[in-house]
């Protein structure tokens, strides 16, 4: 019979090469899946399910970021303003402290004020200003506390631990110290680790550490208002 589709031209010698080619690309494709319209839907369903949590992950990314943005402009705000106002005070506690000169602080980058260090300069009667690791020992030691007086006068804390603060000082300028820590005590409480004469007498209370024997330390207290009751007294 003669099909109809059949080519007059046909040649099977030169068509054979071309048929092998084809069945083996076919046996190469392996089984056929009948079920590949399921497993694509199924599979189209799951990415189209991670695709949406994907949507919604950087949207709640670009709302943090939003929120962030929002807290960072707030906060450097909020990190300006208390830090011109530590700034006054700290200009006021320093001649206190020095009896004149002048200091600021100031941001080591003012572009980026939360990541900043804070720069200290301090000029002492009679001196230039400049950076507070430039000044000696005992103005070193000065000016820390000037810095921490500023910020007290601004904003009282129930108490503060100071081991040998003054230690760098001479009398002079640590009964200063003691004077000014006086004036903050009545919203301060403050507890001193000190060998300094000067700052014992302005306490309120010492407590000494002694070794009667060898390895027992023996914790000694005195009430100074006390003891200058009975000294009177006596």
């Known amino acids: 019979t003669c099909l109809e589709l059949r080519r007059e031209d046909f040649d099977i010698a030169v ?10 690309d076919i046996n190469a494709l392996g089984y056929v899946n009948v079920n590949a319209i399921e497993d694509c839907r199924a599979l189209l369903d799951r990415y189209d399910d991670l695709n ?23 906060m450097i705000e909020k990190f300006n303003n208390e830090l ?11 001649k206190e402290l020095f009896g004149g000169g002048t200091a600021k602080l100031a941001l080591a980058d003012e572009n980026d004020p939360l990541e900043s260090g804070v720069e200290i300069y301090a000029q002492p009667p009679g001196k ?16 820390a506390m000037a810095v921490i007086f500023a910020i007290l006068r601004i904003k009282p804390l129930p108490f503060c631990l100071f081991d040998e603060v003054e230690a760098a000082l001479d009398d002079s300028n640590v009964e200063i110290v003691d004077k000014y820590l006086k004036k903050l005590s009545n919203e301060t409480q403050f507890i001193l680790i000190t060998h300094k004469k000067p700052t ?25 208002s006390d003891a200058i009751k009975h000294a009177q007294e006596a």
């Open 15 to 24: 068509a054979m090469p071309e048929i092998n080619k084809l069945k083996k």
């Open 52 to 74: 949406g949590q994907a949507q919604d992950l950087e949207k709640a990314k670009d709302d943090l970021n939003k929120i962030i943005s929002d807290l960072s402009s707030i």
């Open 84 to 94: 011109l106002r530590i700034n006054e005070s700290f200009k006021l506690t320093f």
């Open 128 to 143: 230039k200003i400049q950076n507070m690791t430039l000044l000696s020992g005992g103005e070193k030691s000065l000016t």
């Open 200 to 224: 014992m007498e302005y306490a309120n209370a010492l407590y000494g550490v002694t070794m009667e024997e060898k390895g027992v330390s023996k914790i000694v207290s005195v009430l100074l």
